[in-house]
Structure formats: C-alpha cells, structure tokens
C-alpha cells in the first residue's frame, strides 16, 4: 500500500512540475526597477526593457518612453508613450497627453493633450484629472471655465492628490469658479501641506499673515 501510495505522488510531482517551472519562468520583470537602472547606465537593464517593449508589454514600453524622455530624446519617448497609451496602459496616456500639452517630441496639440488626459482620467489617474483642470482654467483645447477646473480638482482632491488640494485652496482664495472663501481656502491648503505639498505651506503661511489684525498706532 505504501509503494502504491508512495508511486502515485510522485506522479503527481510529476504532472504538477511543469507548471510551477512555467509559473517561475513567466514572472514579469519589474520595469519600474529596469528603468532606474538603465537610467543609471546598466545596460542589460536597458536591454530588458528594450526586449518587453519589442515584445508589447504596456509597462516596459511606458518604462522605456520615460527613460528616453529622461535624456531628452523626446521623439523616441512620444513613439514608446504613443505605443503604452493604445495598448491602453493609464501611465502611457498620462505621459502621451503630456507630450502634447508640452510639445515634447511632437507638435503642440491641446486638443489631442485634453482628450488623452480624459481617457486616463476615467481610468483613475488623478494627476490626469489635475491637468484637465488646469487646461480649462487657462483656456488650453478647451474654453476658459473655472468652475469646470474646480470640478476636476475636486474629483483629484476627493482621490487624496496634494496638488488638486493646493490649486483648489488658490480657487476659493481668489474666488476663481467658486466664491471667495478664506476659510475653505485655509483648509485645503493645509490638507495639501499635510501630503507634503511645499506651495500650499507656502500659500498656508502668506494667507495666515495676510489675515492677521493689523496692530493700531
């Protein structure tokens, strides 16, 4: 009986191996890591992240976008953001709507920045949402509308993004889409201070100066 026993494990050892070879063998690299490295002039790291990219891996191929934005090879960084941004990877969109806004290895084009930034944005990208707010308060691709920028920065802020906070302290600090108000100002500044935010200590510090009684001669 316990040859028998022992005879049907090690079958199953057997039939069971393959997988857990495959299962090791196909972990994905962590192409955050082979970025910093390549950035750092390790070439096999570069390579990997090369080979992910070629191979359609979203990550590598956003990886590989901010290593050459990182050596101002702009064209080469928009080719690698443009392929992560179709294959739908949320950080590629963010940096192709970026490279539009700013004219980073393609023609400036507000209306292609605000239309990608909007596609990362559903996908929950904040910093996305922060942008789309900041773009309808100078009127980039978009009609000037400061109460939709106060939209946008409240569904960022809402996330816990420092700057939606800080930008929305400046909003009801100078009543620009929403009425003026100190005190929601002061509150959102110093939210976004807590997150580490050095405008809003800064803006926390001038507001508070600003309110203080002034002493009488």
């Given at each position: 009986?316990?040859?028998?026993?022992?005879?049907?494990?090690?079958?199953?050892?057997?039939?069971?191996?393959?997988?857990?070879?495959?299962?090791?063998?196909?972990?994905?690299?962590?192409?955050?890591?082979?970025?910093?490295?390549?950035?750092?002039?390790?070439?096999?790291?570069?390579?990997?992240?090369?080979?992910?990219?070629?191979?359609?891996?979203?990550?590598?191929?956003?990886?590989?976008?901010?290593?050459?934005?990182?050596?101002?090879?702009?064209?080469?960084?928009?080719?690698?953001?443009?392929?992560?941004?179709?294959?739908?990877?949320?950080?590629?969109?963010f940096h192709l709507a970026y490279s539009y806004q700013f004219?980073?290895?393609?023609?400036?084009?507000?209306?292609?920045?605000?239309?990608?930034?909007?596609?990362?944005?559903?996908?929950?990208?904040?910093?996305?949402?922060?942008?789309?707010?900041?773009?309808?308060?100078?009127?980039?691709?978009?009609?000037?509308?400061?109460?939709?920028?106060?939209?946008?920065?409240?569904?960022?802020?809402?996330?816990?993004?420092?700057?939606?906070?800080?930008?929305?302290?400046?909003?009801?600090?100078?009543?620009?889409?929403?009425?003026?108000?100190?005190?929601?100002?002061?509150?959102?500044?110093?939210?976004?201070?807590?997150?580490?935010?050095?405008?809003?200590?800064?803006?926390?510090?001038?507001?508070?100066?600003?309110?203080?009684?002034?002493?009488?001669?």
């Amino acid at each position: 009986m316990r040859k028998i026993l022992g005879f049907l494990a090690f079958l199953l050892a057997i039939s069971v191996w393959p997988t857990l070879v495959h299962a090791q063998t196909t972990t994905a690299p962590d192409y955050d890591a082979l970025e910093q490295a390549a950035l750092k002039g390790n070439s096999q790291a570069l390579a990997q992240l090369q080979a992910g990219a070629n191979s359609g891996n979203t990550n590598a191929e956003d990886g590989l976008g901010l290593y050459y934005s990182s050596n101002t090879q702009y064209a080469n960084a928009f080719y690698w953001y443009q392929k992560a941004a179709e294959h739908g990877n949320v950080d590629g969109e963010f940096h192709l709507a970026y490279s539009y806004q700013f004219s980073e290895g393609t023609a400036m084009n507000s209306q292609e920045a605000i239309i990608w930034y909007q596609i990362a944005a559903a996908q929950g990208n904040t910093d996305a949402e922060v942008e789309i707010g900041i773009m309808y308060s100078m009127g980039w691709g978009v009609v000037l509308n400061n109460q939709q920028a106060v939209t946008w920065y409240q569904r960022a802020a809402a996330l816990g993004n420092p700057d939606a906070m800080f930008l929305l302290g400046e909003n009801y600090e100078f009543g620009e889409g929403v009425p003026k108000d100190y005190s929601k100002a002061r509150a959102w500044y110093k939210k976004a201070a807590q997150l580490g935010n050095q405008e809003a200590q800064k803006a926390l510090a001038d507001l508070s100066t600003q309110q203080q009684p002034q002493k009488s001669h």
